[in-house]
């Protein structure tokens, strides 16, 4: 985001007119009058926000509990407008347009020997298809599907046959050169990468056997069922016998869709690895439920009940928000079993490929020899393990995580979180936008413990998101035993000065605040903030939190000598109020943290604060500058920063 901007209250401004004409303006009024129609039919129903994103594609209603339970079943991608909506809104219009042509509309003219029914058709297909893609916000997967659909629709006007893969090549083709901002989104390669499995795992399987003669004895129970009613228990046309007739019938179609759904879950793992660092074990079962359900009854009742006038449409809302209701109690059964969820570090890019390998070795075409073997080339991704420092080393690292404070610090075989980030809005959090894909990246499923340093929102506001995803054993924090943060945790403690433990040879100390100021309501948060000082191989690193200038003066007279340290994080991110010359002659660090937010409200660091620290030598490292910073401690101390080793265009040069 480079700039914001606000209407200031003047006179001279004023709305000129509440609807600028155009084809933009005129999508999105239709998007939101739906969506505003949607809302005051399901008022106050907890899945109002379901049944909007899967009839216009929004999903900002959807609550980030309700995210984790749809990832955890691996049926997110059916919470919106998904590719098979699209496909299934075409196929019913194109079905209509191709009967109704047919029939020339029920009159006597013979409209089909002017232009063919299937070209009708496919014309009206293409055409409800980019209405309905509009509608949805014109995502990846809706573009993709979108021009497949054309693609065919012009092969076929054009009399020319259009093989599969080259209808998927000729969409993805387009995608990227529309957008080419797309490939960088993990929707682009899951949408195409899931239909090129589907390509690739079902080719030749589609078609019809030649039919050969058989003995009796080689002919099966369906074709003797149907051929023979006698041999059956109860007489013809009672309902086993329409049963048997009925899977009969079915049956290739029920084949067919369980053999693509086992190949959309194999052949999408390795993906799903690299992308998430997890994979939803559960997702075959909860997609076998989901699909049939959210597809061919949830959203044809929330479309129609959208579009119909409100005495009809209003209860078919309801009915498909009490489906939807039914449906997320059966997924959060499914998502709180203990093994629902498989994690492991995110993969190298060789290691991907080898099991990219191995998936498509698994899924060859029957005759394939030995494709079970494609599964052992997954053991050194599924089993992997997350790295870690050597005992009596340990390694801190600062996220950049805006204007707030957010470092993770691990040794051997503990990882200790300090500080969660701040909040961004009433959905968004640094706890949710990066420290638990980071730390599912890393393959960190547990933290031994959390510290929040004091309550500022700067420090405190993406704890929740962090204990609801990650298990932390215990929570050490200055805030009170009544704070959300405190009732959530699986132990609180309130930090204090003297407390201490050693994990892995590396000494962990409780520096401040006093015992005493927790019962001093006058003290500030800022004034609370717990400092912790670790020390591993004779090298220190000190987390000064929000501390200002009495509480440094204090620091000094108490600690003394002792208060010297090899790394500091500045202490309210280097504010005007901290930093005094006294506290940074008695720490003087070799190198400065500053976990700042690219030109923040409030300025920090201060100029003269900054250049403080870089009058006594000091190496300043600013998280805006430099991004996440990597600090191994151990006989010596080494700094990666991230903008310089895993650089992109589009940084700024550090």
């Given at each position: 985001?480079?700039?914001?901007?606000?209407?200031?209250?003047?006179?001279?401004?004023?709305?000129?007119?509440?609807?600028?004409?155009?084809?933009?303006?005129?999508?999105?009024?239709?998007?939101?009058?739906?969506?505003?129609?949607?809302?005051?039919?399901?008022?106050?129903?907890?899945?109002?926000?379901?049944?909007?994103?899967?009839?216009?594609?929004?999903?900002?209603?959807?609550?980030?509990?309700?995210?984790?339970?749809?990832?955890?079943?691996?049926?997110?991608?059916?919470?919106?407008?998904?590719?098979?909506?699209?496909?299934?809104?075409?196929?019913?219009?194109?079905?209509?347009?191709?009967?109704?042509?047919?029939?020339?509309?029920?009159?006597?003219?013979?409209?089909?020997?002017?232009?063919?029914?299937?070209?009708?058709?496919?014309?009206?297909?293409?055409?409800?298809?980019?209405?309905?893609?509009?509608?949805?916000?014109?995502?990846?997967?809706?573009?993709?599907?979108?021009?497949?659909?054309?693609?065919?629709a012009v092969a076929l006007w054009c009399n020319r046959l259009s093989d599969f893969s080259h209808v998927?090549?000729?969409?993805?083709?387009?995608?990227?050169?529309?957008?080419?901002?797309?490939?960088?989104?993990?929707?682009?390669?899951?949408?195409?990468?899931?239909?090129?499995?589907?390509?690739?795992?079902?080719?030749?399987?589609?078609?019809?056997r030649p039919a050969r003669t058989r003995t009796g004895t080689e002919q099966s129970g369906w074709e003797?069922?149907?051929?023979?009613?006698?041999?059956?228990?109860?007489?013809?046309?009672?309902?086993?016998?329409?049963?048997?007739?009925?899977?009969?019938?079915?049956?290739?179609?029920?084949?067919?869709?369980?053999?693509?759904?086992?190949?959309?879950?194999?052949?999408?793992?390795?993906?799903?690895?690299?992308?998430?660092?997890?994979?939803?074990?559960?997702?075959?079962?909860?997609?076998?439920?989901?699909?049939?359900?959210?597809?061919?009854?949830?959203?044809?009742?929330?479309?129609?009940?959208?579009?119909?006038?409100?005495?009809?449409?209003?209860?078919?809302?309801?009915?498909?928000?009490?489906?939807?209701?039914?449906?997320?109690?059966?997924?959060?059964?499914?998502?709180?079993?203990?093994?629902?969820?498989?994690?492991?570090?995110?993969?190298?890019?060789?290691?991907?490929?080898?099991?990219?390998?191995?998936?498509?070795?698994?899924?060859?075409?029957?005759?394939?020899?030995?494709?079970?073997?494609?599964?052992?080339?997954?053991?050194?991704?599924?089993?992997?393990?997350?790295?870690?420092?050597?005992?009596?080393?340990?390694?801190?690292?600062?996220?950049?995580?805006?204007?707030?404070?957010?470092?993770?610090?691990?040794?051997?075989?503990?990882?200790?979180?300090?500080?969660?980030?701040?909040?961004?809005?009433?959905?968004?959090?640094?706890?949710?936008?990066?420290?638990?894909?980071?730390?599912?990246?890393?393959?960190?499923?547990?933290?031994?413990?959390?510290?929040?340093?004091?309550?500022?929102?700067?420090?405190?506001?993406?704890?929740?998101?962090?204990?609801?995803?990650?298990?932390?054993?215990?929570?050490?924090?200055?805030?009170?035993?009544?704070?959300?943060?405190?009732?959530?945790?699986?132990?609180?403690?309130?930090?204090?000065?003297?407390?201490?433990?050693?994990?892995?040879?590396?000494?962990?100390?409780?520096?401040?605040?006093?015992?005493?100021?927790?019962?001093?309501?006058?003290?500030?948060?800022?004034?609370?903030?717990?400092?912790?000082?670790?020390?591993?191989?004779?090298?220190?690193?000190?987390?000064?939190?929000?501390?200002?200038?009495?509480?440094?003066?204090?620091?000094?007279?108490?600690?003394?000598?002792?208060?010297?340290?090899?790394?500091?994080?500045?202490?309210?991110?280097?504010?005007?109020?901290?930093?005094?010359?006294?506290?940074?002659?008695?720490?003087?660090?070799?190198?400065?943290?500053?976990?700042?937010?690219?030109?923040?409200?409030?300025?920090?660091?201060?100029?003269?604060?900054?250049?403080?620290?870089?009058?006594?030598?000091?190496?300043?490292?600013?998280?805006?500058?430099?991004?996440?910073?990597?600090?191994?401690?151990?006989?010596?101390?080494?700094?990666?920063?991230?903008?310089?080793?895993?650089?992109?265009?589009?940084?700024?040069?550090?």
């Open positions: 985001m480079r700039a914001t901007g606000y209407v200031r209250a003047d006179r001279a401004n004023g709305r000129r007119d509440a609807f600028v004409a155009s084809a933009n303006n005129l999508i999105e009024r239709s998007r939101a009058g739906l969506r505003a129609r949607i809302e005051q039919a399901l008022d106050g129903r907890q899945y109002a926000g379901v049944i909007v994103a899967l009839v216009v594609g929004d999903q900002r209603g959807i609550g980030q509990s309700d995210w984790q339970v749809f990832n955890r079943t691996g049926i997110g991608h059916l919470v919106s407008i998904s590719g098979l909506h699209i496909t299934m809104v075409a196929g019913l219009f194109a079905w209509v347009a191709h009967t109704s042509w047919r029939h020339s509309f029920f009159t006597g003219a013979q409209l089909p020997l002017l232009l063919p029914a299937q070209k009708v058709a496919a014309l009206v297909g293409a055409v409800s298809a980019l209405l309905y893609v509009l509608l949805a916000g014109f995502g990846v997967p809706a573009q993709r599907t979108l021009y497949m659909l054309i693609v065919v998927l090549c000729t969409a993805l083709g387009v995608v990227v050169v529309i957008d080419p901002w797309a490939v960088l989104w993990p929707g682009f390669w899951l949408s195409f990468g899931a239909v090129a499995v589907i390509v690739y795992a079902t080719a030749g399987r589609t078609t019809a003797r069922s149907d051929r023979d009613h006698s041999s059956l228990d109860q007489p013809p046309g009672t309902p086993a016998t329409r049963m048997l007739v009925w899977l009969k019938q079915w049956w290739p179609a029920l084949k067919l869709g369980a053999h693509t759904q086992y190949a959309v879950t194999l052949g999408l793992l390795p993906l799903t690895m690299l992308l998430f660092s997890q994979v939803s074990l559960i997702s075959p079962v909860a997609n076998a439920v989901a699909i049939p359900l959210i597809s061919l009854v949830i959203t044809p009742l929330a479309l129609a009940g959208s579009m119909l006038p409100s005495v009809l449409g209003t209860p078919l809302l309801v009915l498909a928000h009490w489906l939807v209701e039914w449906l997320a109690a059966c997924l959060a059964w499914f998502s709180g079993l203990r093994y629902a969820v498989w994690t492991a570090p995110a993969p190298p890019w060789w290691l991907f490929c080898f099991a990219m390998f191995g998936t498509l070795w698994l899924l060859a075409p029957r005759g394939w020899p030995v494709r079970w073997l494609g599964l052992a080339t997954w053991i050194p991704l599924l089993a992997a393990q997350s790295t870690h420092p050597a005992p009596g080393r340990m390694t801190v690292t600062a996220f950049d995580v805006g204007q707030g404070m957010a470092l993770l610090v691990e040794t051997s075989s503990h990882r200790l979180l300090y500080d969660t980030g701040p909040t961004y809005g009433p959905d968004s959090n640094a706890g949710g936008r990066v420290l638990v894909p980071y730390l599912r990246a890393r393959g960190i499923a547990r933290l031994d413990g959390v510290v929040v340093s004091h309550s500022d929102v700067d420090h405190a506001g993406g704890a929740l998101t962090v204990l609801d995803n990650v298990r932390a054993d215990w929570v050490l924090s200055s805030l009170a035993p009544g704070h959300p943060i405190a009732r959530a945790a699986r132990q609180h403690v309130s930090c204090a000065a003297g407390q201490q433990w050693t994990w892995d040879g590396v000494l962990f100390e409780v520096l401040h605040p006093l015992a005493a100021s927790r019962s001093d309501a006058a003290i500030k948060s800022n004034a609370r903030s717990c400092v912790l000082r670790i020390t591993a191989s004779g090298k220190s690193v000190l987390l000064a939190g929000d501390i200002e200038a009495t509480q440094e003066a204090r620091l000094v007279q108490q600690e003394g000598g002792r208060l010297r340290a090899d790394v500091l994080l500045a202490p309210h991110h280097g504010s005007g109020t901290s930093s005094t010359p006294a506290f940074l002659q008695a720490v003087l660090p070799q190198a400065a943290i500053f976990q700042v937010g690219h030109r923040n409200r409030y300025g920090h660091p201060k100029k003269e604060v900054y250049q403080r620290y870089g009058d006594l030598g000091i190496e300043r490292l600013r998280t805006d500058r430099t991004g996440a910073l990597t600090i191994e401690v151990g006989a010596s101390i080494e700094i990666r920063r991230f903008r310089y080793t895993d650089a992109r265009y589009w940084h700024d040069q550090p």
